[in-house]
């Protein structure tokens, strides 16, 4: 499984940006996918999760705010964030289970007050 994101950058307090992940691979395989993200001097957080049957699951500091979504074939997955704060800032990155756990390229978040 490879994992293309996307749709990073820079935005101001209660902004709003949506993330991209695209799966290539043996997307069959897939039983779930998401976000972590990681800002500096901390570990890496879930954000948000979806199984292959649609359920969703969100970290407490981004429910209401985050939604995840996928389209119908499944192979790409979006985070749309609204209401966006300062403490948003990290470096996100997409993730896929199978059998095993695949990571994408993380992509930079920047949340400015």
């Known amino acids: 499984v490879q994992l293309q994101a996307s749709g990073g950058g820079l935005v101001q307090a209660g902004g709003s940006l949506r993330l991209t992940c695209a799966a290539s691979?043996?997307?069959?395989?897939?039983?779930?996918m998401g976000w972590y993200r990681q800002a500096p001097g901390n570990e890496r957080e879930l954000v948000a999760t979806?199984?292959?049957?649609?359920?969703?699951n969100y970290a407490d500091s981004v429910k209401g705010r985050f939604t995840i979504s996928r389209d119908n074939a499944k192979t790409t997955v979006y985070l749309q964030m609204n209401s966006l704060k300062p403490e948003d800032t990290a470096v996100y990155y997409c993730?896929?289970?199978?059998?095993?756990?695949?990571w994408g390229q993380g992509t930079q978040v920047t949340v400015s007050s």
């Open positions: 979806i199984t292959s049957g649609g359920r969703t």
């Open positions: 691979g043996s997307i069959f395989s897939i039983s779930y």
């Open positions: 993730y896929a289970i199978t059998g095993a756990a695949y």
